[in-house]
């Protein structure tokens, strides 16, 4: 019988009646015919509250200490999952990260998953019943507690899915799908049918926010069949899957904007090698995190100049970390502007389509919008500009490539 | 190096602040030279709250979900308890019930420990770790989390002191120890030092509410030398202990009410065998809880009278079932009073001490207070009275044994 994994996020689990609902979604696929394992998130806020507690009570709690007390979240919520498929009429059984054997590194907080037992989920499955997982959570070799960090249940039910070979995973979530633009910046953004996981991939990576790139690739290396879809309508959403022929024909399947980057350059750095090596080690050692990089040489050849971005909410702990870094050199100038947004496209198409770069950057020409940088990659183009500008040229750029229409 | 058992119940770790006087409390401990084992009930309301939330998804859950959803209260207490004693710079790790393989029969809500694998608590004993224990909880052959029932965390502390051989077995709670009378009923009622498993398990049986009696009944198996005390003060609690020379030279130690009794008589039933096993089998099938049984002889030994008592809350359903019951039977009348009270004094030193019964009989008689039923134990007396004497009775009696005055 084919196994399908459905997972729901904290919205679609925030009170008894959206249980219920989810509840009935699990129900419904039994019917059809298939095998089904729920993973389910904590109940709305509740995570924020449990580490709000925490908070009270210590200004630097733990990381294994919170990994026990936030994993509660989701044991509460598959509890009242098997009660609310219960109450449908149905067997069900629920089971924490620990009783599966979902085995992780011991890396509190942000575990990456080793392993997972499905002998136990498997003979639940084949008794009739519907297997509600804890998402999020693991154990290590120890039997420690630990949680998976951002996307966690994402990744848990992709990370199932492929362990099963389930024939679907379905994640349902509070939109109706992965959008050619963030319907709240572009009102004629479009949902799409059909994405690749490497498009997927550079979309969440450059802003999209709807699936964490970790569960995204992991679908990708073991081919599970991604379904992102509402929680609330039983219109389908978007389907995250192999390239399949056909993909290529469009250029462009969506547009991004990070609406907040700030850009920090060095100017005058000595020309020689390692230099980069040297600012972006103790960058890194300094644990801010660097989006974009661009290194130009100039006075012929003697100097370099080299920019990074850094996502809004670092622009502080860059600065510092930057200007400390400057009194290392002789003669480097340091310069920030944090008013810039990046904008980007990704396509598989660009594989094949030329003048993808040279229409992008005509559509903002004819906006008037000045383009600061630019960066690529095999299947995208990002440019940034004024922060002020951002949406104008979401939209602009949105509407040269005919996001809006249906292909 | 000496191991302490110390249990916190929910009151004792209701919010932040709390579960950090209960930390300094396990710090102290520690500084004393102790290795310390700390048990943990949930916090406040949570497991309250826990049963609502699941009142609002089932009208019935099932108990294994019951035990998933509950046991998350602990593990959120434990989780808090380690950062409060990190916080102030001792070390200290949470283990769930789970994890230290704290195994139960599998009788979801009210499961019995079967055994403690204590070589991981040792081992971060002697590792200089405060151990926190989730109480209340554990898991069954198959990995299922069982929960305790009644009186769980109490369970879970003097089973640990048993295991652990630890010297003494601390439970803070919201009282500073067991009174000789409810101190909300009787103002001269006075802290009773030490007294004996027995006693305790009489006076807990009759209506203490201080401990669960299935925990003294594991300290009195095992020897754990048990110390009831406040949580927000250092004044000595009572030490409940093996029989100790001396203190049989009291008669009677403690006196406590059961305000809300209730008792149904069956008059007229034929005096032949099989005939109590019958009704009170019917009973238990129905599952009502029945208190004392009196039987009777009347009619030159004809017939039998026999009478018993439920607890106020069951008298409805206490009384479905007699007058259910009375109809198998030709020309059996049953009758019903509500309006009793059960008042018992308990205490070792009857076995040697006379007269017991007769002194309390007239310090009742001398407030005019009529004696409706009369029931006996080693180490107990009981008598129901009108429920409007109960509390006029109950000081009577504590006077007469003089229990206000310290021994």
Known sequence: MPIIVQKFGG??????????????????????????????????????????????????????????????????????????????????????????????????TEARIRSIDTARIRKMLDRGKIVIVAGFQGV??????????????????????????????????????VYTADPRRVPTAR???????????ELAGLGAQVMHPRSIEIGKK????????????????????????????VAVSGATLKPDVGRITFIGLPNRPGIAAEIFGQIADRRVMVDDIIQNVTHQGQMVS??????????????????????????????????????????????????VAAKMFKALADQNINIENVSTSEIAISVLVRRDDGERALNAVHQAFELDKST
Do not use: W
């Not at 580490?51 to 200490?65: C, D």
């Not at 994402?154 to 070979?165: F, K, Q, S």
């Not at 949902?191 to 991939?201: D, G, H, N, P």
């Open 11 to 108: 919205t679609s689990v925030a009170d008894a009646h959206r249980v219920h609902l989810a509840a009935r979604r699990a129900v419904r696929a039994k019917l059809a015919g298939k095998q089904v394992v729920l993973v389910v998130s904590a109940m709305g806020d509740t995570t924020d509250r449990l580490v709000e507690l925490a908070g009270q009570v210590s200004r630097r709690p733990a990381k294994r200490e919170l990994d026990v007390l936030v994993s509660t979240g989701e044991q509460v919520s598959i509890a009242l999952m098997a009660m609310a498929i219960h109450e449908a009429g149905y067997e069900a059984v629920s089971v924490t990260g620990a009783q599966i054997g979902l085995l992780t590194d011991g890396v509190h």
């Open 140 to 177: 290590d070799d120890n039997l420690n507690i630990t949680t998976l960090g951002r996307g966690g249940s994402d990744t848990t039910a992709v990370a199932l899915a492929a362990a099963l070979r389930a024939e679907m995973c379905e994640i349902y979530t509070d939109v109706d799908g």
């Open 191 to 201: 949902r799409i049918e059909a994405i690749s996981y490497e498009e997927m991939l």
């Open 222 to 249: 073991y081919e599970v069949k991604i379904h992102v879809r509402s929680s609330f309508t039983d219109t389908p959403g978007t389907l995250i899957m192999n390239e399949v022929p056909g993909m290529e024909e």
């Open 306 to 355: 080299v920019s990074f971005t850094v996502d809004g909410k670092d622009v502080g702990a860059a600065q510092a970390v930057a200007e400390s870094l400057a009194q290392h050199f002789t003669n480097v100038a340091v310069e920030f502007d944090f008013q810039l947004s990046r904008l980007s496209i990704v396509g598989l198409g660009m594989r094949a389509h030329s003048g």
